[in-house]
């Protein structure tokens, strides 16, 4: 199972990459597209551009402005302008698709009189995501606020077990000793189109589990059963953990400041309060166990990386509430550490998360 799991790690990250240069793909022959009916429209706004030139021309000549010599001469100088236009405008264009079509990615903002460079590209709302950007006309469009963003996760702090007729206080680890350890990727998506005070928080993390034993004891496999006993030499360090590959979900609530220009507009959780609220399911990938003794006059460190009869599948419930990108984080396991045990255990941990954008 965690030899699945691993290979489940492994599939995820190539289809995220496929679909990444799948999508790459896509955004770049669509971007081209755009731009090859971006030329059509530069010959049609040049030409309606001429013959509003040639209407005024004309009236200045009907009005007794200009003589039809002089009107003629002023025709013929406008159509030479509109044709270069046209002619440089076109060459621009096909440059940037050669660019574009040779390296595999362009990323400016395109309209009729300027040209801008940038990161990324637009999607219907003139955000910059991928590739090249072409505005309709010449006026330059709102950037909306993007649906999805994506930031990585690291939390850290204590960690435990909760033992079924038991209190925390009678745990039989230490406290101070046991620790937890989360490092994952996540993206945040906006529920409703025109407010940020909901978002979907969803991602993949490895969470790192650990336990110390009180008292000198350690974890020994006895069949199927895994328990506590007391160990033949003095501990210096007896610790086990469990790693875990998981797939988090939670619904964060809380205000946003809204940054508007007159280029775009951003939502933004920085300094704002935050409460999400979800939960999480994945596999257990590992299980190890450390101890560190003196035996005969001797250090000795033993590393024991088994199975423990600890839980293949893993599920629990989770939270984080605080301000800003610094969160109180609590998680929860649903399902037993240890399968067959006699007593059920259930691993909690309570720490900080970081959002790092």
């Known amino acids: 199972m965690r030899i699945l799991a691993w290979y489940l790690a492994v599939l995820v990250v190539l289809l995220c990459t ?10 770049r022959n669509y971007r081209i597209e755009e731009l090859e009916k971006k030329k059509t429209a530069i010959e049609t706004t040049e030409r309606e551009a001429l013959k509003s030139e040639v209407e ?15 009107a003629d001469i002023l025709k013929r100088k406008a159509a030479e302008n509109r044709a270069r236009n046209i002619e440089n405008k076109l060459v621009i264009i096909e440059n940037y698709i050669d660019l574009l079509q040779r390296n595999g990615e362009l990323d400016l903002n395109l309209d009729l009189e300027r040209i801008e460079i940038g990161f990324g590209a637009g999607d219907k709302d003139g955000d ?6 072409v505005n309709s006309g010449n006026q330059y469009k709102m950037k909306y606020d993007r649906r999805t963003s994506s930031n990585l996760i690291i939390a850290f702090g204590l960690n435990n077990s909760l033992i079924d007729g038991e209190s925390l206080q009678d ?4 406290v101070g000793g046991s620790r937890f350890f989360e490092l994952g990727y996540a993206w945040q998506t906006r529920v409703f189109e025109n407010t940020n005070f909901v978002r979907i928080n969803y991602g993949i993390s490895f969470q790192f589990n650990g336990l110390k034993p009180k008292d000198n004891r350690y974890f020994v496999s006895n069949g199927d059963q895994t328990m506590l006993e007391e160990f033949d030499y003095d501990l210096d360090k007896s610790k086990f953990r469990m790693d875990n590959l ?16 007159d280029k775009m507009m951003r939502y933004s959780v920085h300094k704002q ?22 035996r005969d006059g001797d250090s000795v460190k033993d590393k024991f990386k088994r199975g423990y009869n600890t839980n293949d599948f893993v599920y629990g419930l989770s939270a984080y509430t605080g301000v ?11 399902n037993p550490i240890f399968n067959n045990a006699i007593v059920d255990q259930h691993n909690i941990s309570l720490g900080l998360r970081f959002d790092l954008k």
């Open 128 to 133: 910059k995501i991928f590739g090249i950007l």
């Open 324 to 334: 800003g990108e610094a969160l109180l984080y609590v998680k929860y396991d649903l």
């Open 246 to 261: 998981v797939f988090p979900v939670h619904l964060e609530f809380g205000p946003s400041r809204l940054k508007k220009t």
């Open 273 to 294: 309060f935050r409460l999400g609220l979800g939960g999480y399911v994945g596999f257990n990938i590992g299980s190890r166990q450390k101890l560190k003794y003196d």
């Open 18 to 27: 496929k679909n990444l240069q799948a999508q790459d793909l896509n955004i």
């Open 171 to 174: 745990t039989p680890y230490k």
């Open 56 to 70: 005024q021309i004309n009236k200045r000549m009907d009005d007794g402005d200009l003589t039809k010599e002089e």
